[in-house]
């Protein structure tokens, strides 16, 4: 078969006689929910829709949401009330909200808002053509049961036609941990790890798409496998090694991974597995050990400093990125204080700061949210302007050097009044964007995607560098 523009090439053969249609998802909050658009995508893709950028276009909007702090859920009430006109010129139109959101608030999303067609939670991606099937026929669809831990499958991804350079793979769905201030273990459930030969399938597959970068996904990958049945089953390192040995796979990513568990066997792939790069994201929350309890986090902050210390002698030059909580119920002045003076001991590359937000169900939620408002925001500007001036720092160093950057794609033109120069971009393996100019022939002809460049670095910019080929 020839395919012509009009075909969808995403979709393969459609069953016959079914409508082409168009599908708007618009994702919040995490990788893992990206991920999950994307297998969204996936089922759809059969049944004849095609994604769309206009949710005018569309007969199926979907929100895949995230619930983690209430702010997020605040936004996607209000995308939803903007969306909600369409349905009036539209009979035919499905919407419908997916995510963390859908799975906490399940019927009582209906109730609240009229206008929603469906809701369904990531358990149920597999089933959602006969759902959406059963909201045409303006039903008002929930489904949010979690499927049993044995029972559950994973959705293998195929890859996509416009493969990226860099992938995302999950490889665990859920959690076990029982950190007092989260929502997630709430929203997805128990932790079911996905077999070990179907995540190396998926990546040797995506590896043939076209992909040179993959990072491997779960809420907590450092318990991977725990829940497997059988006598082979791979710790979390061991699945890396089985990953890093995957032929034209460049770069091998992970995120997330909590400080607690087999960290010293994850701590000793790194200079040891080529492709593993050296980036760890390790979310601390707090740099104050009552605190620390009170999170139910399980280690002491001299704990962690030492996991740190284990990286960067494994690693020199690894990057470190971090989670931070501020204002938790009963934070004082000094307990902050704490996690100002760790972010200074540690120096990571970049972090990612929060406002502690109460949510429904968890231990947390159950304390008296006793740091007020303004409080939590000015210690979230504190952390906030701290990181900045070492983040500064830390992109600075990179001036003079020469760094490996996987190059992902066209970043922005440079006219800075030469010839005509393009600006291509990609990562290094420390994950920090570098820009870097192209002649124009080379920059359309595509050979650079996916391939590694060498670049000078000339110019650190807050969240980029800029450089020249060497
Ligand atoms: N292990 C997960 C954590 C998910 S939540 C992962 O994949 O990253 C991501 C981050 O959000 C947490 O590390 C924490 O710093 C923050 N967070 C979670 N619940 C929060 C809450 N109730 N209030 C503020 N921040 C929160
Ligand atoms: Fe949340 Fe803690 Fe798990 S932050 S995702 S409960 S490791």
Same mark, same amino acid.
Not at 259 to 265: H, K, L, S, T
């Given at each position: 078969?020839?395919?012509?523009?009009?075909?969808?090439?995403?979709?393969?053969?459609?069953?016959? *006689?079914?409508?082409?249609?168009?599908?708007?998802?618009?994702?919040? !909050?995490?990788?893992?929910?990206?991920?999950?658009?994307?297998?969204?995508?996936?089922?759809?893709?059969?049944?004849?829709?095609?994604?769309?950028?206009?949710?005018?276009?569309?007969?199926?909007?979907?929100?895949?949401?995230?619930?983690?702090?209430?702010?997020?859920?605040?936004?996607?009430?209000?995308?939803?009330?903007?969306?909600?006109?369409?349905?009036?010129?539209?009979?035919?139109?499905?919407?419908?909200?997916?995510?963390?959101?859908?799975?906490?608030?399940?019927?009582?999303?209906?109730?609240?808002?009229?206008?929603?067609?469906?809701?369904? !939670?990531?358990?149920?991606?597999?089933?959602?053509?006969?759902?959406?099937?059963?909201?045409?026929?303006?039903?008002?669809?929930?489904?949010?049961?979690?499927?049993?831990?044995?029972?559950?499958?994973?959705?293998?991804?195929?890859?996509?036609?416009?493969?990226?350079?860099?992938?995302? =793979?999950?490889?665990?769905?859920?959690?076990?941990?029982?950190?007092?201030?989260?929502?997630?273990?709430?929203?997805?459930?128990?932790?079911?790890?996905?077999?070990?030969?179907?995540?190396?399938?998926?990546?040797?597959?995506?590896?043939a798409a076209g992909a040179r970068e993959?990072?491997?996904?779960?809420?907590?990958?450092?318990?991977?496998?725990?829940?497997?049945?059988?006598?082979?089953?791979?710790?979390?390192?061991?699945?890396?090694?089985?990953?890093?040995?995957?032929?034209?796979?460049?770069?091998?990513?992970?995120?997330?991974?909590?400080?607690?568990?087999?960290?010293?066997?994850?701590?000793?792939?790194?200079?040891?597995?080529?492709?593993?790069?050296? /980036?760890?994201?390790?979310?601390?929350?707090?740099?104050?050990d009552r605190v620390l309890r009170e999170?139910?986090?399980?280690?002491?902050?001299?704990?962690?400093?030492?996991?740190?210390?284990?990286?960067?002698?494994?690693?020199?030059?690894?990057?470190?990125?971090?989670?931070?909580?501020? *204002?938790?119920?009963?934070?004082? &002045?000094?307990?902050?204080? &704490?996690?100002?003076?760790?972010?200074?001991?540690?120096?990571?590359?970049?972090?990612?700061?929060?406002?502690?937000?109460?949510?429904? *169900?968890?231990?947390?939620?159950?304390?008296?949210?006793?740091?007020?408002?303004?409080?939590?925001?000015?210690?979230?500007?504190?952390?906030?302007?701290?990181?900045?001036?070492?983040?500064?720092?830390?992109?600075?160093?990179?001036?003079?050097?020469?760094?490996?950057?996987? =190059?992902?794609?066209?970043?922005?033109?440079?006219?800075? !009044?030469?010839?005509?120069?393009?600006?291509?971009?990609?990562?290094?393996?420390?994950?920090?964007?570098?820009?870097?100019?192209?002649?124009? !022939?080379? /920059?359309?002809?595509?050979?650079?995607?996916?391939?590694?460049?060498? =670049?000078?670095?000339?110019?650190?910019?807050?969240?980029?560098?800029?450089?020249?080929?060497?």
């Open positions: 078969m020839v395919a012509t523009s009009d075909t969808n090439l995403l979709a393969g053969p459609a069953p016959s *006689g079914a409508p082409r249609r168009y599908v708007y998802v618009q994702t919040f !909050g995490c990788q893992m929910n990206v991920n999950d658009t994307d297998r969204i995508m996936q089922v759809l893709a059969p049944h004849n829709y095609r994604p769309t950028d206009d949710p005018a276009q569309a007969s199926l909007i979907l929100l895949n949401t995230c619930s983690v702090r209430d702010k997020a859920e605040q936004k996607m009430l209000s995308q939803l009330g903007r969306l909600a006109p369409l349905k009036e010129y539209n009979d035919d139109l499905v919407l419908g909200v997916a995510g963390c959101v859908a799975q906490q608030e399940g019927e009582r999303l209906l109730k609240k808002v009229p206008y929603l067609d469906l809701v369904f !939670g990531p358990d149920h991606i597999a089933e959602l053509p006969e759902l959406v099937a059963r909201a045409r026929e303006h039903e008002r669809v929930s489904e949010t049961t979690f499927t049993k831990r044995k029972a559950f499958t994973f959705i293998e991804a195929e890859p996509r036609e416009e493969t990226r350079v860099s992938e995302f =793979v999950t490889i665990m769905k859920g959690c076990d941990k029982v950190c007092s201030f989260c929502i997630v273990p709430f929203t997805r459930g128990r932790e079911v790890s996905k077999p070990a030969d179907a995540v190396v399938r998926e990546v040797e597959r995506l590896v993959v990072t491997v996904l779960g809420q907590n990958v450092n318990s991977y496998g725990k829940d497997l049945q059988g006598d082979r089953i791979p710790t979390f390192a061991e699945l890396l090694r089985r990953i890093d040995a995957i032929e034209g796979l460049e770069r091998l990513r992970f995120t997330t991974s909590h400080p607690m568990d087999a960290i010293d066997d994850l701590v000793a792939c790194f200079g040891e597995l080529p492709s593993l790069c050296e /980036f760890f994201h390790l979310p601390v929350q707090s740099g104050n999170m139910r986090r399980f280690y002491t902050v001299a704990e962690y400093e030492e996991t740190v210390a284990a990286l960067r002698r494994q690693s020199p030059g690894i990057a470190l990125s971090t989670d931070i909580i501020v *204002g938790f119920p009963g934070e004082t &002045d000094a307990e902050f204080e &704490d996690t100002l003076a760790l972010l200074a001991r540690v120096r990571y590359d970049t972090i990612f700061a929060f406002k502690y937000s109460p949510r429904p *169900g968890t231990r947390a939620s159950e304390m008296d949210d006793t740091v007020p408002e303004p409080v939590k925001r000015e210690r979230l500007a504190r952390v906030l302007a701290l990181q900045d001036a070492i983040t500064r720092e830390r992109m600075e160093a990179y001036v003079g050097e020469t760094v490996e950057v996987l =190059v992902e794609g066209p970043s922005r033109m440079a006219s800075k !009044g030469q010839a005509a120069r393009w600006q291509l971009m990609g990562r290094t393996r420390t994950n920090v964007i570098v820009n870097f100019p192209v002649p124009l !022939g080379e /920059f359309w002809s595509d050979r650079w995607i996916g391939k590694l460049a060498r =670049v000078n670095v000339e110019e650190a910019k807050s969240n980029s560098l800029y450089g020249t080929l060497a």
